[in-house]
């Protein structure tokens, strides 16, 4: 069995290091690696935000979360599809029009650019923000590729995690944006098939071997079976906005999600990735739900020692070999699309927002992709030590990083798109402010009660609208006096 397995798998590295290599054979500049040139499809770079946006936390933080919560998981699918779709729908077009307008590359520059009294501090600090959880970022996902070879293959951690950091550096080093794109648009179907198989399957099984789902939600345990998780009154509003709360993280403030949506050519493609966008969406989470329950049927509670190896562990005992070799490498995607991209972001910020910009040290457009690729590799190690270091679960780290970054930024960006009266001092405000409350939140035991995914997006964003009030811009306070 895990031989066949094993053997899908070097297919599957084959396969993507070819497709990083064959679509990197064209001689790039600086905005092609970072940002694809305006080049790509839009239905590609709509796969390639999906498959960026879900990462080892969905087929493995989220499938464990359902099965150890039961009904009241689903309100973390709402707020994230919700989420999604308001980002396709209202948000995607705009980031296209105004990275065009602008001329940037990520969303830090963007940032900066917007507001030029103080674009320096606010694209420093948007950078540092961003490189510093991502790093912690990455490494999370390289720990669940170390938990995915360990349940497949029984394979050392270590081992697992190493392979995983070789294969996301080749295909981020290859062609960058470009590379990453189209191997993204190959494991994000991949992913599907994964999240869209499994769960017929684990049904058929238990519908043949006259199981019940009801029945099992009442027996894995209290409120297994309520929608509510048996919350009443306030608990019940506590319960929806920290599993809803997924939501804030989406609304612009995720730049390896943004980045999808500035490369985006014209409004055809929009309109085209926003259909592909909200379908894989629907299918993926409906899937990876579905897939929770049916675990909780098929398995008792005491039967794993980590929760995150549910779907690995269904797959290896519902399939033959070859098909869950197929089904494993949906996970392996997972991780690797989301790594390579959040690895892009990571160079970019170094090579774009810090050398090219803040810095201002003058370099050729060959010096800079060569920057960039030195910073992917750089970045790539240290994430595999972090990863290799670190014993926190997938769930958590990536809850914690979509706190500290998308629901920062996600304000910031918002009241730049629709509030004509945010300042540069109200930016700078609410970046700073997103990252000390992440940072005393998780450090204490509120984010137990109320996540700091949504205390984050609120307070971040009331210093943004105080401080914009208080220090206006003289420009725009001029512009709204006339």
């Known amino acids: 069995m895990n031989s066949t397995v094993l053997g899908v798998f070097i297919l599957y590295f084959i396969v993507i290091i070819l497709i990083a290599y064959l679509t990197s054979r ?23 935000e999906r498959a960026t946006g879900e990462s080892a936390w969905l087929l493995l933080g989220f499938t464990g979360f359902v099965f150890t919560t039961g009904l009241s998981g689903i ?24 990275a065009e307008k602008e001329k940037v590359l990520t969303l830090s520059d963007y940032l900066a650019s917007k507001f030029g009294q103080n674009g320096k501090i606010i694209r420093w600090l948007s950078t540092l923000l961003i490189a510093g959880f991502f790093m912690f970022y990455i490494g999370a996902q390289f720990a669940g590729a170390g938990k995915l070879f360990f349940t497949s293959f029984d394979m050392n951690l270590t081992t697992g995690i190493v392979l995983t950091t070789l294969l996301v550096i080749l295909t981020a080093f290859f062609g ?58 306030f608990a019940i509003g506590v319960l929806f906005f920290n599993n809803f709360s997924w939501f804030f993280g989406y609304l612009g403030g995720q730049p390896q999600l943004s980045a999808r949506f500035m490369a985006l050519k014209n409004e055809k ?50 399939t033959p070999a070859w098909f869950g070799g197929i089904l494993l490498a949906g996970i392996m995607a997972a991780i690797i699309t989301t790594a390579n991209s ?42 595999m030590m972090i990863a290799l270091t670190s014993e926190s ?67 971040a964003a009331f210093f943004g609208i105080v401080f914009s009030l208080l220090f206006p811009d003289k420009n725009k306070a001029e512009k709204t006096e006339r």
Request: with cysteine; glycine share 8%; proline share 2%.
């Open 393 to 459: 679960l997938v769930y958590l780290i990536v809850s914690w990083a979509w706190a500290g970054i998308g629901c920062t930024l996600s304000p910031a960006i918002l009241m730049t798109f629709f509030w004509k009266r945010y300042s540069s001092i109200g930016v700078i405000a609410t970046i700073i402010s997103g990252f000390v409350f992440t940072v005393l939140w998780i450090s204490t035991p509120l984010d137990s009660i109320i996540t700091s995914r949504f205390t984050t997006f609120f307070i």
């Open 342 to 383: 959040q690895l892009l972001v990571v160079t970019s910020s170094v090579s774009e927002d810090i050398i090219h910009k803040s810095l201002g040290i003058k370099l050729t457009d060959k010096q800079l992709v060569l920057a960039s690729r030195i910073t992917i590799i750089l970045s790539g190690l240290l994430g």
């Open 75 to 98: 309100w973390v699918a709402v707020g994230i599809a919700v989420g999604i779709i308001f980002a396709w729908v209202f948000l995607a077009s705009r980031f296209m029009k105004e």
């Open 26 to 48: 064209n001689s790039v500049t600086h905005s092609d690696f970072l940002l694809g040139g305006k080049k790509l499809p839009g239905w590609a770079l709509a796969f390639s």
């Open 176 to 233: 960058g944006f470009i590379s990453v794109v189209w191997t993204d648009m190959i494991q994000s179907i991949m992913m599907l098939l994964t999240l869209v198989v499994l769960p017929i399957i684990a049904f058929i099984y238990i519908g043949s071997n006259d199981l019940s789902l009801s029945e099992s939600l009442i027996q894995a345990g209290p409120n297994f079976d309520s929608l509510f998780g048996g919350a009443t009154g």
């Open 269 to 318: 493609e929009a309109r085209q990735a926003k259909i592909v966008g909200t379908v894989w969406t629907i299918l993926a989470y409906a899937g990876a739900f579905a897939i929770g329950l049916a675990a909780i049927v098929m398995y008792e509670q005491e039967s794993f020692a980590d929760v995150e190896t549910v779907l690995p562990t269904m797959i290896l005992d519902l």
